[in-house]
């Protein structure tokens, strides 16, 4: 079984400063991780993933992650957060014995306020 | 850059008619599949297709639901006899190979059942 966690429902953070989304999984294996944002009325968009190799994950618009095994975590973060990042953020994990299937949290809405 | 494509952007349908959701996946891709999200739950898998087969399909894609790639460029998801709670946004992606590639998104059809 694979699932992820979602703690919390909104994060708002001022503009500038640091940003953190947080992310908890659950696998019967070895995981692959994805974060995906959501703006109004488009779809998902991929930001970033970790496969394997370094814990550290850079990816799109300035996001990254990192990936803690020993904590089972994998909390998206930007140094400094602009008014665009504002947005429906998604984690997905998917077990490596399963090819197909992503399962997702929540998601967590993000407001960054100018 | 490439992207998913869907339509329609919504529909509006009775309980107990046919619907055909329609989805274009980037062209050099040979995964696809079906995610829906119901308002105010998680996304959740459907099915994922392969080589003009089914690979793996969830408990919630019963004998109501079925899938097709007519052609060598659109995938599409039918729902046979739709219900209230069949009502959800429907996300198509598309990837270049399973386990660890990245599935890339559409836009999402906005299905409402009366």
């Known amino acids: 079984a694979q699932s992820v966690a979602q703690p919390e429902d909104q994060v708002n953070v001022a503009e500038g400063n640091p940003l953190t989304v947080k992310c908890t999984y659950s696998?019967?294996?070895?995981?692959?991780l994805f974060w995906y944002v959501q703006y109004p009325n488009r779809g998902l968009q991929f930001l970033l993933k970790?496969?394997?190799?370094?814990?550290l994950v850079k990816g799109s618009y300035g996001f990254e992650a990192e990936f803690n095994k020993s904590q089972t975590s994998f909390h998206l973060k930007k140094p400094s957060a602009l008014v665009s990042d504002s947005a429906l953020y998604f984690c997905a994990v998917r077990d490596r014995n399963n090819d197909y299937k992503l399962s997702f949290g929540a998601g967590t809405t993000v407001t960054v306020r100018a | 850059e490439p992207e998913v494509t869907q339509t329609p952007s919504h529909q509006v349908t009775q309980m107990g008619q046919e619907v055909i959701l329609r989805c274009v996946p980037i062209?050099?891709?040979?995964?696809f599949y079906w995610y829906r999200q119901i308002l105010g739950q998680k996304v959740e898998f459907l099915v994922s297709?392969?080589?003009?087969?089914?690979?793996?399909k969830s408990e919630i894609f019963d004998d109501q639901f079925s899938v097709e790639r007519p052609d060598g460029s659109n995938f599409t998801l039918k729902i046979r006899s739709t219900k209230l709670e069949d009502s959800a946004m429907y996300f198509c992606?598309?990837?270049?190979?399973?386990?660890?590639?990245?599935?890339?998104f559409g836009p999402g059809t906005r299905l409402l059942v009366l």
């Open positions: 062209s050099n891709h040979l995964y």
């Open positions: 297709f392969y080589n003009n087969e089914i690979s793996e």
């Open positions: 696998v019967s294996g070895n995981p692959y």
């Open positions: 970790y496969i394997t190799g370094d814990n």
């Open positions: 992606a598309s990837s270049s190979g399973r386990s660890l590639e990245t599935q890339y």
